[in-house]
């Protein structure tokens, strides 16, 4: 079945410093890929849409410059957080979409910000 | 996109069925049903889709009456590895012009107990 792997799985970082998480897709083309922050025993909240060569498509209440997400290839999107504070400490998911296929996400990466 | 609302939590013992039930009055004609499992610190993982009546797979049936404003998930002889987060999510079939977002309520947290 489609795979997708998540890197780092965790990280720590200090305040002010920028984090880069990658997403890829090992055994499809993922024409969009979609990013996700989930705070303790809360639900996956959507971040922002990307599609290869595009820009990506934020949701409301989403900062573009501090989440900087770059989808340069039918594989890999990248999701980097700038300026990290600890507010921004949680656990971020991607998910990659097939062309006909359906949804697959990655195994997640705790960010902790200290 | 069609909002969906589950019960918060459920318990059950080892060996029984256990049903979750989600509501989606709103939902489109294009519109498919799809469970997720979610254990912590994990991503999420596909259980189940359907449009109407019933689909089953090898762990899991869905069941959608006609109307489809409602959809039931059923898991047979749950063991303690079941407990997980369950969502369940509506939207177009993977494949159309759309965007695609997947978006999740706040889902059921199943604790199954010994």
């Known amino acids: 079945g489609a795979v997708v792997s998540q890197h780092p799985s965790r990280v720590i970082c200090k305040s002010g410093t920028s984090v880069k998480i990658e997403c890829r897709s090992l055994d499809f083309q993922a024409t969009t890929m979609f990013w996700y922050r989930q705070f303790p025993k809360k639900s996956l909240m959507l971040m922002a849409t990307s599609n290869e060569g595009s820009k990506a498509t934020y949701e409301q209440g989403v900062e573009k410059d501090k989440f900087l997400i770059n989808h340069a290839s039918l594989t890999l999107s990248t999701l980097t957080v700038t300026s990290a504070h600890p507010e921004d400490s949680s656990f971020y998911i991607c998910?990659?979409?097939?062309?006909?296929?359906?949804?697959?996400f990655g195994s997640g990466t705790r960010l902790t910000v200290v | 996109l069609a909002k969906t609302t589950q019960p918060i939590s459920m318990d059950s013992y080892e060996g029984q069925e256990v049903n979750i039930t989600c509501s989606h009055n709103?939902?489109?004609?294009?519109?498919?049903i799809t469970w997720y499992q979610q254990f912590p610190s994990q991503g999420p993982r596909f259980i189940i889709q359907g449009y109407k009546t019933k689909v089953t797979n090898e762990v899991a049936s869905l069941f959608i009456p006609a109307d489809r404003k409602s959809s039931t998930l059923s898991l047979p002889r749950v063991s303690l590895s079941d407990t997980a987060v369950y969502y369940c999510?509506?939207?177009?079939?993977?494949?159309?012009?759309?965007?695609?977002?997947?978006?999740f309520g706040q889902g059921t947290t199943l604790q199954v107990k010994p």
């Open positions: 998910s990659a979409r097939e062309l006909v296929g359906g949804y697959t």
């Open positions: 999510l509506v939207g177009d079939k993977p494949g159309s012009s759309n965007t695609g977002k997947l978006i």
């Open positions: 709103n939902i489109a004609t294009n519109d498919y």
